[in-house]
Structure formats: structure tokens, C-alpha cells
């Protein structure tokens, strides 16, 4: 089982950046490719950008691609998001989560964190 937790969110200006964690639990985190999602009331979860197990693949959505970038250390069990040149329609919660095979369908994921707030100014 791999719990997650994510952190570093916040308020920022348009235009600034911020950098996610997911924090692992579990000797087998390895094993699992790391996606984050995000979400704003009233909308479904989106893919936002996902990474291999061994960190070699990585994968954006349309709207972050040349702005937010997918990192993992497996000695630390930790994916990162960076996330820059971010904009008001980028605020959201931003989830992380673990699945055997990464895929932006929220259901082929085993486990979820609980979330972090991003906050954008314009």
C-alpha cells in the first residue's frame, strides 16, 4: 500500500511559481507511476502531468506543457511539480497519485493524496 501527501502549495502572482511535493510512504513506491491532477469546484479532476517509474517518461497536459515540469527521486520516495509562469487559471487543488501504469483517467489509479491548494493572483 503507498500513502501520498502532497505540499507546497499556496498563494503566488501571476506570472510566479511554485513547487509541488508528493510524498511517499511504502518500500514500493518504485513500482508506481506518479500523476498529479487538479481540480476546482463545480469541474472534474484533469490530468495535469504524469511520470514513469523509473522517472524516463513523462507526460503534460496541453495547457501546463512548457510551463510545469515532473520530477521524482525514488531514494526519497517524492515526485515534484514545478510549476512556472503559472496563471490564474492554473489556481486549483492539485492531487498526486499512484497507479502501475500512468493514464490521465482518474480511474486507473490505486491510491490519492488528500491535496494542496494552489492560489493565483492575477
Known amino acids: 500500500q503507498v500513502q501520498l501527501v502532497e505540499s507546497g502549495g499556496g498563494l503566488v502572482q501571476a506570472g510566479g511559481s511554485l513547487r509541488l511535493s508528493c510524498a511517499a510512504s511504502?518500500?514500493?513506491?518504485?513500482?508506481?507511476?506518479i500523476s498529479w491532477f487538479r481540480q476546482t469546484p463545480g469541474k472534474e479532476r484533469e490530468f495535469v502531468a504524469a511520470?514513469?517509474?523509473?522517472?524516463?517518461?513523462?507526460y503534460y497536459a496541453d495547457s501546463v506543457k512548457g510551463r510545469f515540469t515532473i520530477s521524482r527521486d525514488n531514494a526519497k520516495n517524492t515526485v515534484y511539480l514545478q510549476m512556472n509562469s503559472l496563471k490564474p487559471e492554473d489556481a486549483a487543488v492539485y492531487y498526486c497519485?499512484?497507479?502501475?501504469?500512468?493514464?490521465?483517467?482518474?480511474?486507473?489509479?490505486?491510491?490519492w493524496g488528500q491535496g494542496t491548494q494552489v492560489t493565483v493572483a492575477p
Open positions: 497519485a499512484a497507479a502501475r501504469h500512468a493514464t490521465e483517467s482518474t480511474l486507473g489509479y490505486d491510491y
Open positions: 511520470i514513469g517509474r523509473s522517472g524516463g517518461s513523462t
Open positions: 511504502g518500500r514500493t513506491f518504485s513500482r508506481y507511476a
